[in-house]
């Protein structure tokens, strides 16, 4: 089996499975010897922010002396990017050797007609390839919701983090706040540590504050007044938290919010669950060798790009925060791709008044909205609008739009800012 041959075989499976629940996922780890079983985790739910959080908490862990595993989603650029030892992607070789054990016992569980959705197989991958390499501790974020999601096959984890929770998803997920966070709530588990970003709406907060007493779990509500920005520059965010000097190379309001989860979290498995290895040198020398594709990440040239995977209205407002406060006065001129099932229209009317212009481009994906339709949400709030065949002409066209001296802004799915990412020069960050 080559890698090339593995990735068809994933990704050839449905995305959703026809019968929802976890029966037939742990049918399969049971049959790999239950590599869950022999791992500790922190498990990362939220609308937003749960990649960036997961994200600093391992390399915050694996600069404390840990060996640790990180499991994300969705990826940007490489598949490989979803598995993770130690800030490196699994190796292509390694990956196809975790494939040959997984894959065999899930196809004969597909032919006897127990379906398996592409996520589950992933989750199954990435946790049968932390217990072979032997993982202090794994990071793992969920993929969408938390209670019926794929990693929460695993017992008990040593925390769970719940990042800030909005709309989105809410076909599945539900329509109010409160029925959205009782699923992101769904991977609390009895007697497990969890700790709760700050500036959580109160509905939201309310749920969480439910189901950990029910839970039995000890409840730590990070505190942002605790982290301190003491300088901004395009370049990254100077902070204090505690006193302790912490650099960081991402910007904006929301990672200061995710960074102060992410220590939280350390804090816990610190003060309560032995990991006396985590110390302020190791947490500041993680924080600041974060790197986050797509979230606000600029690049350099004449004029400016940005790549944000915003693509939900919250998404969008933290976004709009950042192009005021980084970007102000410049000619800015998105480059666009959404998915049909977002709430496109208030995604684009959060951002349409800091617009000059926008250029849409078709995404690769069945779910892709269509340009056209698109553009004209765009039209209908008075932004000049044009439309390109490829993210490549399209990228060329919003320059120009833009002009030397303006940026080009994209946003709308992290799937179109992974064919946009090669195209660009370099970070300047």
């Not at 050797?97 to 196809?107: K, N, W």
């Not at 500036?199 to 730590?220: F, S, W």
């Not at 065949?389 to 030397?404: I, V």
Request: charged fraction near 20%.
């Amino acid at each position: 089996m080559t890698y090339e041959e593995v990735l068809q075989q994933i990704h050839a499976l449905h995305r959703f499975k026809k019968v929802p629940g976890l029966a037939h996922l742990r049918t399969l780890l049971h049959t790999l010897g239950d590599p869950q079983d022999y791992l500790r985790f922190v498990h990362v739910a939220g609308t937003n922010g749960k990649g960036s959080t997961s994200t600093m908490i391992a390399a915050m862990l694996q600069h404390s002396g840990f060996r640790t595993g990180l499991f994300t989603s969705p990826f940007v650029v490489d598949f490989r990017e979803r598995f993770q030892l130690n800030g490196r992607m699994i190796p292509r070789k390694e990956l196809v050797r975790t494939a040959q054990a997984v894959l065999p016992p899930l196809m004969e569980m597909e032919h006897r007609g127990e379906d398996l959705s592409e996520f589950e197989a992933v989750t199954a991958l990435g946790l049968y390839w932390f217990a072979q390499k032997k993982c202090d501790v794994v990071v793992l974020e969920v993929g969408l919701g938390g209670r019926l999601d794929a990693t929460n096959v695993i017992a008990a984890p040593l925390c769970a983090v719940i990042t800030h929770i909005s709309y989105d998803h809410t076909e599945i997920l539900g329509s109010t706040l409160t029925e959205i966070a009782g699923e992101k709530c769904g991977i609390l588990k009895e007697g497990c540590d969890v700790v709760c970003a700050p500036g959580q709406d109160p509905e939201a907060l309310a749920v969480i504050r439910r189901t950990a007493k029910e839970r039995h779990c000890r409840l730590t509500e990070a505190d942002a007044s605790l982290l301190h920005v003491t300088a901004e520059t395009l370049s990254g965010t100077a902070m204090q938290y505690r006193g302790q000097p912490l650099q960081m190379r991402l910007l904006g309001d929301y990672q200061v919010v995710n960074a102060s989860s992410a220590l939280a979290c350390m804090e816990v498995l610190h003060q309560y669950h032995g990991f006396s290895g985590i110390s302020a040198k190791g947490c500041a020398d993680g924080l600041a060798a974060v790197r986050m594709p797509a979230r606000f990440e600029i690049f350099s040239g004449s004029p400016l790009t940005v790549v944000d995977g915003a693509h939900n209205p919250d998404g969008a407002q933290a976004l709009a925060a950042c192009l005021r406060r980084y970007l102000p006065n410049r000619r800015l001129v998105a480059l666009s791709g959404m998915c049909a099932d977002k709430d496109t229209a208030q995604f684009v009317r959060t951002l349409a008044p800091l617009f000059f212009g926008a250029v849409m481009v078709p995404l690769q994906n069945p779910r892709g909205m269509r340009p056209r339709e698109l553009a004209s949400l765009w039209q209908r709030e008075r932004v000049l609008t044009q439309m390109a065949s490829s993210p490549c002409t399209g990228l060329e066209l919003a320059r120009q739009l833009a002009g030397p001296d303006g940026a080009v802004i994209m946003c709308g799915s992290l799937y179109l800012a992974g064919e946009v990412r090669p195209l660009l020069t370099g970070p300047l960050l």
